[in-house]
């Protein structure tokens, strides 16, 4: 790999790490090939992505910056799984762990902290930025639909209290 092109690797892995939501670093020593195609595969359909990248380059990538101590993970043959979603990468990458024997997860960033295997578990278990929307709207709406069944309880009520009056009468 020629000078550009290791500079280029590098301002890749920088970014990475400045615009994701997290970045899961895990050692995939002796997955095969097709292994990593699901595990890219899954990584896409869920909103994520993979990267392997050298550890050498990975490590310059990473001095300076405020999440300096991932550079420690970055032994053997390491990969990254990125998304802007936080809890994205990290459940694939839980799933996909227990699921495949050769993958581990040895711990990642969210920001500029640094996290431990049971910290992106933590993370994996959190609900999704599309779940967390979803139990708000549900909150907010819960309110109006009761009240809205509450107004027109009533009137409901007196309609069928006037059509048995009708009925009366007509009898």
């Known amino acids: 790999m020629d000078r550009a092109r290791k500079e280029k690797v590098v301002a890749e892995i920088g970014q990475i790490f400045e615009s994701s939501g997290v970045v899961v670093v895990a050692k995939y020593e002796g997955m095969t090939v097709p292994e990593m195609e699901e595990l890219r595969g899954l990584m896409r359909q869920a909103g994520g992505f993979v990267r392997v990248a050298k ?13 300096e101590k991932v550079s420690s993970l970055l032994t053997g043959m390491t990969l990254f799984a990125y998304s802007e979603d936080p809890t994205v990468a990290t459940k694939v990458s839980k799933k996909y762990a227990s699921d495949n024997k050769n993958f581990v997860v ?20 959190m609900p999704s930025k599309e779940e967390l929307i979803a139990s708000v709207v549900t909150c907010i709406g819960a309110p ?6 509450a107004i027109g ?7 069928s209290i006037l059509t048995t009056l009708e009925e009366r009468e007509a009898a």
Do not use: F
């Open 55 to 67: 550890n050498r380059l990975s490590k310059i990538a990473l001095k300076g910056s405020p999440c």
């Open 106 to 125: 040895l711990g990642g960033a969210v920001g500029s902290s640094v996290l431990d295997p049971k910290a992106i578990e933590a993370v994996a278990e």
């Open 144 to 149: 109006a639909a009761t009240l809205v069944g």
């Open 153 to 159: 309880s009533p009137a409901s009520s007196l309609a």
